[in-house]
């Protein structure tokens, strides 16, 4: 659920409005309610919801992920950042 919440917030992003961000919000509390607790803390499971992973975006990593970028903002993790205008204009052909 974590990767699909990164994506609504990669559409809002992308101006494709707010719902987008909305519905992310909603996933999050869904990855909420499917929580265990293991040795006192709060866990989520994985993707087939037996066993507990640090996996980004199917595991807890992803979740970590999700709920920072919920709270703060930002691009998502390990991708690269959108090139400038200018730097497209600068590596096309011919220049």
């Not at 494709?16 to 909305?22: F, K, L, Q």
């Not at 992973?53 to 959108?82: I, Q, Y």
Request: net charge positive.
């Amino acid at each position: 659920m974590a990767g699909g919440a990164e994506f609504l917030l990669d559409l809002a992003a992308a101006g494709c409005g707010d719902r987008y961000r909305v519905w992310a919000q909603e996933l999050a509390a869904c990855i909420y309610l499917r929580h265990a607790r293991l040795g006192g803390r709060r866990v989520v499971g994985d993707e087939t919801q037996r066993s507990v992973t640090a996996d980004f975006n199917t595991g807890l990593a992803g979740v970590l992920g999700l709920l920072l970028r919920l709270s703060h903002g930002g691009p998502r993790w390990f991708m690269a950042p959108e090139p400038s205008l200018t730097a497209v204009a600068d590596a096309a052909p011919g220049r």
